[in-house]
Nanobody, 114 residues
Framework: QVQLVESGGGLVQPGGSLRLSCVAS????????MNWFRQAPGEQRELVAT???????KYADAVKGRFTISRDNAKSTVFLQMNSMNPEDTAVYYC????????WGQGTQVTVSS
């Protein structure tokens, strides 16, 4: 069983930045591939970024060049640094491991608005 707890969401103005964190329970964090998903109102949940156990990263086209996923295995934590944010980034952001049938955090609300 893996528990994931996100933090760092909030309200930010267009062009601003936020950093999300996700702390994982369990002893084997370093071998997990970790994902950030998001779900906007009325939309399907979409994959935003992935980081492998070896540190390889992938991003959705909508966030490439603006968002950075990273991990600290010593702290069992994965991060999502979000820069140059725009209103289309408004969503609930979820931490995940194991894909859609895996483990999910409770989500953290991110709102981009002036």
């Amino acid at each position: 069983q893996v528990q994931l707890v996100e933090s760092g969401g909030g309200l930010v103005q267009p062009g601003g930045s936020l950093r999300l964190s996700c702390v994982a329970s369990g002893r084997f964090f370093s071998i997990y591939n970790m994902n950030w998903f998001r779900q906007a109102p009325g939309e399907q949940r979409e994959l935003v970024a992935t980081i492998s156990s070896g540190g390889d990263t992938k991003y959705a086209d909508a966030v490439k060049g603006r968002f950075t996923i990273s991990r600290d295995n010593a702290k069992s934590t994965v991060f999502l640094q979000m820069n140059s944010m725009n209103p289309e980034d408004t969503a609930v952001y979820y931490c995940n491991t194991g894909g859609t049938s895996g483990y999910w955090g409770q989500g953290t609300q991110v709102t981009v608005s002036s």
